[in-house]
């Protein structure tokens, strides 16, 4: 599976932005689909996941509210919604793809097979 995320852009605190993520070579049926953003010290931190099949949809506590993620129209798509933004949400945000993960690992990158290239987000004050 390859995926590329796209979407990121130079923003307002307060903006709205969608990103996406497209997978190719086979679609998101049974898989776990997660998005991290990577800071400064290159960690990558968590911050949404959806399982495709029950649309079940995870957050960090941190854009819990402001973020939404969702099942695109096709199979292969996957969109985050980021509402409110604030430059704490400056980062490289990455798409990941993991079989279907249990509650506990789909927090952790190290779980997921597939990741994208990476978008920059930049939210200035």
């Known amino acids: 599976v390859q995926l590329q995320a796209f979407g990121g852009g130079l923003m307002q605190a307060g903006d709205s932005l969608r990103l996406s993520c497209v997978a190719s070579?086979?679609?998101?049926?049974?898989?776990?689909v997660g998005w991290f953003r990577q800071g400064p010290r290159n960690e990558r931190t968590f911050i949404s996941a959806?399982?495709?099949?029950?649309?079940?949809?995870y957050y960090a506590d941190s854009v819990k509210g402001r973020f939404t993620i969702s099942r695109g129209l096709g199979e292969n798509t996957v969109h985050l919604q980021m509402n409110s933004l604030n430059p704490e949400d400056t980062g490289v945000y990455y798409c990941?793809?993991?079989?279907?993960?249990?509650?506990?690992?789909?927090?952790?990158?190290?779980?997921?097979?597939?990741w994208g290239q990476g978008t920059q987000v930049t939210v200035s004050s």
């Open positions: 959806i399982k495709w099949s029950s649309r079940h949809t």
């Open positions: 070579g086979r679609t998101f049926r049974g898989y776990t």
């Open positions: 990941a793809a993991g079989g279907s993960l249990i509650q506990s690992a789909l927090r952790t990158a190290g779980q997921y097979d597939y």
